[in-house]
């Protein structure tokens, strides 16, 4: 590798630190706002933990995909979900941030994480599926482990990401243990 790789490479990873004070709408167990970079880490390690249910899956794939699932959010930030109000717009000014952030990689990690970032936008692939499976998990995860305002819309949950938890019953039963504790904080 040259020392003009080496130089993108980095000037990338510092553009991507953005991530770890992007903040998203939820809140940690401490009441701190999330951040992006801190949903990414631990929808890795979701992925992790449920490993041995994901039998058939690439999982340094899945890996690779949790991780640049929200790569663009460096950009713009992250729109909270309620506010998403047209998700074609939403993809594409993604494409257009992370075609920004990647600009200075050599030419096939660019296509690479062009690439991954695609096969996640799409649903291409059993992988893509189950990280978008996994990041509404993560997010409702959050969201009830989450020290929130006062005002927080627990009743979100309930709808959020049904479609594409549904589709695997290891997803399926995970929500369903989800669901019964938003409910519980929705009662609190």
């Known amino acids: 590798m040259d020392d003009d790789s080496i130089a993108g490479r980095l000037a990338f990873l510092r553009a991507a630190e ?8 939820g809140h940690t167990s401490n009441g701190r706002p999330e951040s992006t970079a801190e ?19 690439d999982l340094l794939r899945v890996l ?3 991780i640049v699932h929200d790569l663009a959010e460096a ?20 494409r257009q941030d992370l075609a920004v952030l990647t600009a200075p990689l050599d030419a096939p990690l660019r296509a690479h994480f062009l690439a991954l970032w695609e ?6 692939t059993p992988e893509a599926r189950a990280v978008k499976a996994m990041d509404k998990l993560e997010t409702i995860l959050q969201h009830n482990q989450g020290a929130n305002p006062p005002d927080f ?20 039963r995970v929500r369903a243990l989800l669901d019964e504790e938003t409910r519980a904080r929705m009662r609190s």
């Open 39 to 57: 949903h990414s880490w631990r929808l890795c390690l979701l992925a992790l933990a449920f490993e041995d249910g994901l039998a058939g899956l």
């Open 75 to 94: 950009i713009h930030g992250d729109i909270p979900a309620p506010m998403q109000q047209d998700p074609a717009a939403k993809s594409a000014q993604e």
């Open 64 to 66: 690779k995909l949790c």
């Open 153 to 172: 819309d627990y009743g979100f949950n309930l709808d959020y990401g049904q479609r594409h938890t549904a589709a695997h019953p290891l997803f399926a």
């Open 18 to 25: 953005a991530l770890k004070h992007t903040l998203r709408s």
């Open 119 to 124: 096969e996640y936008e799409a649903g291409a």
